[in-house]
């Protein structure tokens, strides 16, 4: 039995050892999550906006506190945190659950977690209805896929969007950032037109026509029908609201209001339009 005792007080040792070993380990803390620019994500990789392009972004779209902004695959939620600290209730929505984990805290860090809010979705299925502007960096192909929620939105919506274009869609316009943008330097802001793509009756100085319109985005093409008359619809184009357009040399103007638009008093005088049945 005298041999047998160096083994049982070796034993001990070990056991000791190996459960003062396992305590040690669980209290090691897992490293912070820490994204990185070329990320996979679910549609698309993560590439950050530069800081200076997500404030010429908001310019750009000349977000007030009255507005709602929305980022769709907001990343590590610097558009959100951004516009949340000029007073404006922000979203994203991000599909990776550690992103929104990661942007919850960074809000709160910036004094901003009140207003900006982070929500773990898809964002093909996320609800934008409520969004005044909509801050995005997305490739062609998602933005593409979106293009039916964003002329759903309310007219007069705007869009801006980092580096690339919904395809057919002209930006209102485009600007440039010089300083630390890397490869992410352009800037392209769109307004949200009324639709108006479709078959009108046209009331022109006691005269009833047909007005057939066909819209991509916020140009506008077609034709009118007066008094066994056919006339070009040219030079049309949508702002939010309004329209305007040239029939035989003049320039027409009116404000759509659903399926109603209301001529202005210009070079065309009162005029009005019905939106046919369809």
Not at 72 to 91: P, Q, T
Not at 131 to 153: G, H, I, M, Q, S
Request: proline share 6%; glycine share 10%.
């Amino acid at each position: 039995m005298q041999t047998c005792r160096p083994l049982v007080r070796n034993f001990l040792f070990l056991s000791i050892a190996c459960l003062s070993a396992t305590a040690a380990l669980s209290q090691v803390q897992p490293a912070p999550f820490e994204p990185y620019s070329g990320q996979p994500g679910k549609d698309v990789i993560w590439v950050p906006t530069p800081d200076v392009l997500v404030e010429k972004m908001l310019d750009m779209a000349v977000v007030t506190p009255q507005d709602y902004v929305i980022d769709l695959g907001s990343g590590d939620g610097r558009m959100v945190i951004a516009a949340a600290k000029r007073g404006v209730r922000s979203l994203g929505v991000e599909y990776n659950p550690q992103m929104v984990e990661l942007s919850t805290q960074r809000a709160h860090d910036a004094g901003v977690g009140s207003t900006a809010r982070f929500v773990h979705g898809d964002m093909y299925e996320a609800d934008i209805s409520a969004a005044t502007v909509l801050a995005l960096f997305l490739l062609p192909e998602n933005l593409d896929r979106l293009a039916p929620k964003f002329l759903d939105l309310n007219p007069g919506t705007r869009i801006v969007l980092n580096k690339y274009l919904v395809s057919g869609w002209t930006p209102d316009r485009s600007e440039q950032v010089a300083q630390d943008c890397g490869a992410w330097c352009s800037a392209h802001p769109y307004i949200v037109p009324a639709k108006v793509e479709g078959n009108w009756r046209m009331k022109v100085a006691e005269q009833e026509g047909a007005l057939s319109l066909i819209q991509i985005f916020q140009i506008v093409r077609g034709e009118l029908t007066l008094s066994g008359r056919s006339m070009p619809v040219e030079n049309g184009r949508m702002h939010a609201d309004r329209i305007e357009f040239d029939l035989a040399g003049i320039r027409y103007s009116g404000r759509v209001n659903g399926d109603k638009i209301i001529g202005g008093k210009g070079g065309a005088g009162t005029w009005t339009a019905v939106r046919r049945a369809r």
